[in-house]
């Protein structure tokens, strides 16, 4: 088992930046794949990044290509999504998931581990 907690959600104004962290234990993480996702009132929870074992080729939704960055200290046991230049429409409720084994998982359904969500409100 995998338990994973974000933090660093907040208010920021649109322009400004914020950092996620997904802080794991119960079980190291450098084999799982990690992924962000977030959920906006009345939206489907929707992709974000991902980032695989070796942190090669992280992948991003094309709404946040260019402005975020997700990273892994597998040492730390902990990934972040570093985001910048937000946007109102960037307000959700972001989710870190964790996969063991793959390479690539941009679906809900292929993720066995979650966190509880942290707040991000992007006000304009």
């Known amino acids: 088992q995998v338990q994973l907690v974000e933090s660093g959600g907040g208010l920021v104004q649109a322009g400004g930046s914020l950092r996620l962290s997904c802080a794991a234990s119960g079980q190291t993480i450098s084999n799982y794949l990690m992924g962000w996702f977030r959920q906006a009132p009345g939206k489907e929870r929707e992709f974000v990044a991902a980032i695989n074992w070796s942190g090669e080729r992280p992948y991003y939704a094309d709404s946040v290509l260019g402005r975020f960055t997700i990273s892994r200290d597998n040492a730390k046991n902990t990934v972040y999504l570093q985001m910048n230049r937000l946007k109102p429409e960037d307000t959700a409720v972001y989710y870190c998931?964790?996969?063991?084994?793959?390479?690539?998982?941009?679906?809900?359904?292929?993720?066995?581990?979650w966190g509880q969500g942290t707040q991000v409100t992007v006000s304009s």
């Open positions: 998931a964790a996969v063991y084994g793959r390479w690539h998982a941009s679906r809900t359904y292929e993720y066995n581990y």
